[in-house]
């Protein structure tokens, strides 16, 4: 029972690199999130998937791009990383989009830009 | 703006003590408050939610009291204990809504023995 699986776990880039986070969930869940987390911010939504073929921005989605694969997988791509980007990087998943279903979330991908 | 905003920031409590952690939102459209929690290197998860129409829901030595009036809701850890060292985030949704959680900017609670 995985759950929500975030690769890498940890990854350092240079200014100006591209990479693509992945996640995958095994929950049959239609809608998935990516967030961020930064000391003192707490928890800020990048974009969000509501359902398989949509996607949708969040509070902060400059410099990044999503990718709704199919319904198990939603990647997020920087194209051009930048030092403010450095920040943990979590995926989550629930049921459905509306509703006081719970968020079920990845472990994380701590992404460091140089 | 941040939506939802938590204090303390961080807080240290002995073991058996009680830990209180406070929440505040703006918007009256929300109608979901759940509590999340989070160990070192891992992701949040659910810890306990509550809907305006209760002014209180205990799960064992955790309760969420909500002031629907003053629009603040607080999580009370009873009996806190070492394990309990976590940080732990407050959020608000609106139920019908298509997407999100609002996060506070999260708490990291210490528990000494």
């Known amino acids: 029972n995985a759950g929500v699986t975030q690769t890498p776990k940890f990854q350092v880039l240079k200014t100006g690199q591209s990479m693509t986070l992945q996640c995958a969930q095994d929950?049959?869940?239609?809608?998935m999130y990516w967030y961020r987390q930064d000391p003192g911010m707490g928890l800020r939504l990048i974009y969000y998937?509501?359902?398989?073929?949509?996607?949708d921005k969040g509070e902060v989605p400059n410099g990044y791009n999503v990718s709704r694969l199919n319904k198990r997988e939603f990647s997020l791509r920087l194209e051009s990383a930048a030092p403010s980007q450095t920040s943990v990087y979590f995926c989550?998943?629930?049921?459905?989009?509306?509703?006081?279903?719970?968020?079920?979330f990845g472990a994380g991908s701590r992404l460091t830009v140089l | 703006q941040q939506q939802v905003k938590q204090s303390p920031q961080s807080l240290i409590v002995q073991k058996g003590g009680i830990s209180i952690i406070n929440c505040a939102y703006e918007?009256?459209?929300?109608?979901?408050f759940p509590w999340y929690q989070q160990f070192p290197g891992k992701g949040p998860a659910l810890l306990i939610a509550?809907?305006?129409?209760?002014s209180e829901k205990k799960e064992g030595r955790f309760t969420i009291s909500f002031n629907k009036s003053a629009k603040q809701f607080s999580l009370h850890i009873m009996d806190s204990q070492p394990g309990d060292s976590a940080t732990y985030f407050c959020?608000?949704?609106?139920?019908?809504?298509?997407?999100?959680?609002?996060f506070g900017t999260g708490t990291r609670l210490t528990v000494i023995p």
């Open positions: 959020a608000a949704s609106i139920r019908t809504g298509a997407n999100n959680l609002f």
């Open positions: 929950m049959n869940h239609n809608s």
């Open positions: 509550i809907r305006p129409d209760v």
């Open positions: 989550a998943s629930r049921m459905n989009p509306a509703g006081a279903n719970v968020l079920t």
């Open positions: 998937s509501a359902s398989e073929g949509t996607t």
């Open positions: 918007n009256t459209a929300f109608d979901y």
